[in-house]
């Protein structure tokens, strides 16, 4: 039996570089089906969902759709709500009145929570409905999943930035520390690795939320990439923790909290300071400097990943097939085939919602201060075909006539 009825479909959480991908593939392939009557794109996540604040897709051009697929954040505007079970009952109201037989949320673990409780919703009042959660995440966190669309790119831009870094700090030699997205996961500040080419390179530290981070290991080890090369890069996550899982910004100055009780960790340059700081007084070096990569990282438009792109586009796709034409729920995956290809697959939903993935222990050192090879064969190919590199000169020096 055809399920006739409208799609909704629905952007959650961070933006990132190739969201708008998913949200033009599940437009595109929805709108190829005759029972469905419309397509629906709800304003600012699940808060227009409940305002009904919808946008009808169904008379956008496709040529402005393809133009949007290819433009950073979302178009469709997000939402930091976390709704718990009154609030999605609210939603699955909104979605009988408009007759809404078909729900796609493109986000992170929290929006596969959502989907999961309306379609419990639905399933009690006996209500024909498919509801299909579409991973989404800079964090590369999602569980059953190799990665997220919005990972690569992010982690492409972390790559390029760090490249930079590394070439500056060359030039005028000093430490350097540059902070990266990531509370609980470590995968987008392990992607800073790809920025090393040559031996010497940075950077030369990576410090991620899996590991116990200990402040006084921390400068034993600037201090001794310092001795070695006269300088130091290193890469660390904004969601450094104690071992008893504290985050070391936390201990060390005062933070603000968001509206879920999360201490504010992007947006502030706070541990990028305290980092520098201690350096200079443990180590009595001048020229320590920290970047924090900050809301950069999400919706950069320069260093999109063309296999990001093309991801997020078929997870879209997929997601419209499985619930129009197999009639299905659950969560779209990405499984990894081969060096490189990938396939997709419709998980439940509990297998996503309210997890999270972090780095495996074969990605990270035993000295916990950078990441393994394995990683770095991991990220490769998501990366794309025009990930550049930098080089040095290689001319030998001249000979002194003056200073012997």
Known sequence: MKLEGKVVVAQGGGPTAVINQSLVGVVLESRKFPQITKVYGAINGVSGIIN?????????????????????????????????????????KVFKAHNVRYFFYIGGNDSADTVRIVNEEAELSNYEFRAIHIPKTIDNDLMGNDHTPGYPSAAKFVAQAFIGLNLDNRALPGVHIGVVMGRHAGFLTAAASIAKKYPDDGPHLIY?????FYIDKFVKDVKEVYDKYGRCIVAVSEGIQDEHGVPIVTKLVKQEKDAHGNVQLSGTGALGDVLTNYIKQHLGLQRVRADTLGYLQRSFMGCVSDVDQREAREVGEKAAQFA???????SIAISRTGYYSVDYS??????????????PDEFINDQRNNVTDAFKYYLQPLLGSHMPEASMLRAPRAKKILGG
């Open 52 to 92: 009904e604040d919808f946008l009808d897709l169904t008379q956008e051009t496709t040529h402005n759709l393809e133009q949007v697929a290819i433009t950073p954040s979302s178009a469709l505007f997000s939402t930091r709500d976390k709704p718990d079970r009154a609030y999605c009952q609210e939603i699955f």
């Open 208 to 212: 991620l939320p899996e590991r116990p």
């Open 324 to 330: 129009i034409w197999h009639n299905i729920d659950g």
């Open 346 to 359: 419709l998980i439940d939903l509990n297998i996503v919602a309210g997890k999270t993935k972090l780095m």
